[in-house]
């Protein structure tokens, strides 16, 4: 079995969970770094996402009932490429939305946003420290047409962000800030401004003893500004 092959196995074993926003939102994940000594590395990553409840423009949380369903099933990748401190990342996926209301559902499948990243990393070795800023701009490549079953937000979105990671022998930390601007969009003959979030996020990771592959996960919690709406 080769080390790609071990590599996309124990990748698929690290799902996560969350409790999200609407599609409106642009992904801002944070790329999947090379944390281990390697010239590319291929990162995999299936979610599931369900929407339990709405805010309203006061703050106001809406629980929805069990016959009011919006989930997100996404299979997404990333493809690192390093040399010299550097670190090119490109990233895609594949989503398949659904919603269901009234007893009636809808669905659409198809490609979500592509995104581009770039960082080079510092380290502190006597500290076991490493550092990555960031820079990373996303595509607004995935299905956004204002309709419930939409698979991008119809924005390009730029971030920066800081991954601080701490490392031992076969265990390591990670807390991960990140600002981003979400671009204008169009939906319905309305054209919403630029709005502005950011996110905070802590994980770990395991690397068994001279194996190719880590295993690790991460909790985010994310703001996302407002965009205004203004007609065309």
């Not at 997100?72 to 040399?83: C, E, M, P, Y």
């Not at 595509?139 to 601080?164: C, E, H, I, Y």
Request: aromatic share 12%.
């Amino acid at each position: 079995m080769t080390k790609l092959t071990l590599a996309i196995i124990f990748s698929l074993l690290s799902t996560r969970a969350a409790q999200a926003a609407s599609c409106c939102v642009a992904n801002a994940s944070i790329p999947q770094f090379m944390t281990l000594p390697s010239t590319w590395q291929l990162s995999t990553q299936v979610s599931y996402n369900r929407i339990i409840g709405d805010v309203d423009t006061e703050g106001k949380a809406v629980f929805r009932g069990k016959h009011n369903k919006e989930t997100t099933t996404r299979f997404s990748q990333d493809l690192a490429w390093g040399k010299d401190h550097w670190q090119l990342l490109a990233g895609y996926g594949v989503a398949d939305r659904s919603f269901q209301t009234g007893g009636k559902t809808q669905s659409s499948r198809g490609l979500s946003d592509i995104s581009l990243a770039l960082t080079r990393h510092f380290e502190l070795p006597e500290w076991g420290l490493r550092f990555f800023p960031f820079y990373r701009h996303v595509f607004p490549t995935g299905k956004a047409q204002g309709s419930l079953t939409d698979l991008g937000s119809g924005r390009a979105q730029d971030a920066v962000g800081l991954l601080n990671l701490w490392y031992g022998v076969h265990w390591d930390a990670q807390v991960t800030v990140e600002a981003h601007r979400n671009g204008e969009t169009e939906r319905n003959e309305t054209l919403f401004s630029e709005s502005y979030g950011g996110s905070v996020g802590a994980g770990a990771g395991y690397v068994p003893f001279k194996a190719p592959w880590r295993l690790g996960t991460q909790l985010a919690s994310r703001w996302d500004g407002a965009g205004k709406p203004r007609h065309s």
